[in-house]
């Protein structure tokens, strides 16, 4: 069975922390990574990594996969209280039909 | 562009009763997704159709959840009868034809319908 497991489940730091999140995989056929952050609404994409070791990059967040590892993190650095959020991770197999499977996610709260 | 859009943003209903929620993907998206987001849990995979056929509906639990998507546009997702379990957030998302490893092909969610059973 396939699984995706994030950590932490759920983290508060202060306002300008840096925060890591985590996010392990077992998937047969693994094609990508995705990101989403997910306020008290839609989820929102963020990432998709495909190739092992190259980080992408938006703003004060960034992330990089490790396909050897079979993990991601997820980086945000200056975090500011609209950074709160669940950011969930979720990975795409092949064949091409951009089914996902999600973590349950990780809890992020800024506190000014 | 116009997102996904889902109606009714809200529902509560008590056990037993039915319960349809309706999503309009964003145009020109051949694929449209069906996911249950339970309180604390990552969203799980109820139904996925390609155009109007359904691709992987592996996860639905058939004997009170249906759904369709005619004419390979809007869908509707039904419950019948509700039960306590069912209590989460229906998101409905919508992908592009597969475009290969270009990013394109990355879902676009809508907004949610929070069903609450009593």
């Known amino acids: 069975e396939d699984k995706v497991v994030q950590s932490p489940l759920s983290l508060v730091v202060h306002e300008g922390d840096t925060v890591t999140l985590n996010c392990s995989y077992e998937v047969t056929n693994f094609r990508s990574l995705l990101w989403y952050k997910q306020e008290k609404k839609a989820p929102t994409f963020l990432f998709m990594l495909?190739?092992?070791?190259i980080e992408k990059k938006s703003g004060r967040l960034s992330s990089i996969l490790d396909k050897k590892e079979l993990s991601s993190i997820l980086n945000i650095t200056a975090t500011q209280t609209g950074d709160s959020a669940i950011y969930l991770c979720a990975v795409e197999k092949i064949p091409g039909y951009s089914t996902l499977t999600f973590g349950k996610g990780t809890m992020l709260l800024v506190s000014p | 562009e116009a997102g996904v859009a889902q109606s009714p943003r809200y529902k509560i209903i008590e056990k037993r009763q039915s319960v349809a929620f309706w999503c309009n993907p964003i145009s020109g998206h051949a694929t449209l997704y069906w996911y249950q987001q339970i309180l604390g849990q990552g969203p799980k995979l109820l139904i996925q159709f390609q155009n109007n056929g359904v691709v992987d509906d592996s996860q639905l639990p058939k004997d009170r959840f249906s759904a369709e998507r005619l004419k390979g546009v809007d869908s509707t997702l039904k419950i019948q009868p509700a039960k306590l379990e069912d209590s989460a957030v229906y998101l409905c998302a919508s992908s592009p034809p597969w475009q290969g490893y270009s990013g394109a092909n990355v879902l676009t969610f809508g907004a949610g319908s929070r069903l609450t059973v009593l």
């Open positions: 495909t190739s092992s070791g």
